[in-house]
C-alpha cells in the first residue's frame, strides 16, 4: 500500500544498483511526530549503489546501511570545481533539499562526487553518527568535492559524533558565497582527517566554516570535535571565517571549545566579534 507518515520502510540485505549516474528522488513526506523512516533490517547488509536525493519534502530518517558508488574514474584534467565534462558522473551520494531529515549510522563511501550535499532549503537537518570517506575526484592541482558540504540560514543543523576521512577536498565543508548561509550549526564529537590526502598535489582542509562574497558564520557552536594532519602538514585542520583576503565578512556570536585540532593550521580569520574560543 501507500506509505504513509509513520511508516517504517525496511531494506533487506543485498545489493541495491540503482546507476550511480542516475540520481533517485525521493518524494516521500513524513509529518512532524510521525517521520518516515528507511532502515536496514537488522542483523542484514543493504547496500545502495547510487545517489539519493531528498526533495522538497521532508520528515524523512535514512539510517544503518551503506551508500556508494561503482565509478572507478577518479581522475578529471578539467580545473572545474563542479561537473567536469571528462568524468560519467558528479554526483553526492546523497543530496538534502528537503528540511527536517536524519541521516543516522550510514555509511557513505566513494562517491563520485560530495558524500552527503546539503543545501540552505534544508534546514533542521541532522547528521549523526556516520563513516564518511573516500569521496570526490582528483582535478589538475587539486582534489575536488567534501565528505559533507552543507550551507543553512534557518532552523539548527545538527551533525554530531561522525567519521570523517580521506576524501579529495575537504572534510566537513561549511561554505556559502551566495545566500549567507553559514549560521546556526551545531557541530559536536566529530572525528574528521585527512581531508585531501588522496590528492597528491596538496591537501584541503578539515573543517571550513566560512565563506566569501560578506558572508558572514553566525551563532555556530564547535564543541568536543577531533581534527588531525600528519605532523607539517600545508593545511588547515580548523578553519573559522573563510579565506584570508576574501571578500568574507568574518564571523560573530559563534562558541568554539573543548576540540582536539591537531597537525596543520587552526585559523581564525578576522573580523570576528563575540567568539568565545576555550579549551581547545
Not at 268 to 277: A, G, H, M, W
Request: glycine share 12%.
Amino acid at each position: 500500500g501507500k506509505i504513509k507518515p509513520g511508516d517504517t520502510v525496511w531494506l533487506k540485505g543485498g545489493l541495491y544498483d540503482i546507476d550511480y549516474n542516475v540520481s533517485t528522488y525521493n518524494n516521500l513526506e513524513g509529518a512532524s511526530g510521525k517521520p518516515i523512516t528507511i532502515r536496514q533490517m537488522s542483523g542484514e547488509q543493504a547496500t545502495i549503489m547510487g545517489a539519493i536525493y531528498q526533495e522538497n519534502k521532508g520528515w524523512i530518517i535514512y539510517r544503518d546501511f551503506e551508500i556508494m558508488h561503482s565509478y572507478a574514474n577518479r581522475k578529471s584534467d578539467q580545473k572545474l570545481a563542479s561537473n567536469p565534462s571528462d568524468r560519467a558522473s558528479n554526483r553526492p551520494a546523497m543530496a538534502m533539499y528537503a528540511p527536517n531529515v536524519k541521516l543516522i549510522n550510514l555509511v557513505i563511501h566513494d562517491a563520485c562526487g560530495n558524500g552527503v550535499y546539503i543545501s540552505q532549503s534544508a534546514p533542521n537537518v541532522e547528521v549523526y553518527g556516520c563513516l564518511i570517506y573516500n569521496n570526490g575526484w582528483q582535478g589538475p592541482g587539486n582534489g575536488y568535492a567534501h565528505g559533507l558540504y552543507t550551507k543553512n540560514n534557518a532552523g539548527k543543523n545538527r551533525y554530531a559524533d561522525n567519521i570523517l576521512f580521506n576524501g579529495f577536498g575537504h572534510g566537513l565543508h561549511l561554505y556559502d558565497e551566495t545566500y549567507d548561509a553559514i549560521q546556526n550549526y551545531i557541530l559536536e564529537g566529530n572525528v574528521v582527517f585527512n581531508s585531501g590526502i588522496d590528492n597528491h598535489n596538496s591537501a584541503s582542509r578539515n573543517m571550513l566554516i566560512g565563506g566569501d562574497n560578506g558572508v558572514l558564520v553566525k551563532n555556530c557552536t564547535i564543541k568536543n570535535n577531533y581534527s588531525y594532519y600528519p605532523q607539517a602538514t600545508e593545511a588547515d585542520t580548523f578553519n573559522l571565517g573563510g579565506y584570508a583576503g576574501s571578500k568574507n565578512t568574518g564571523s560573530s556570536d559563534n562558541t568554539v571549545t573543548g576540540n582536539y585540532f591537531v597537525g596543520g593550521y587552526t585559523r581564525i580569520t578576522p573580523p570576528y566579534t563575540k567568539l568565545q574560543f576555550s579549551g581547545n
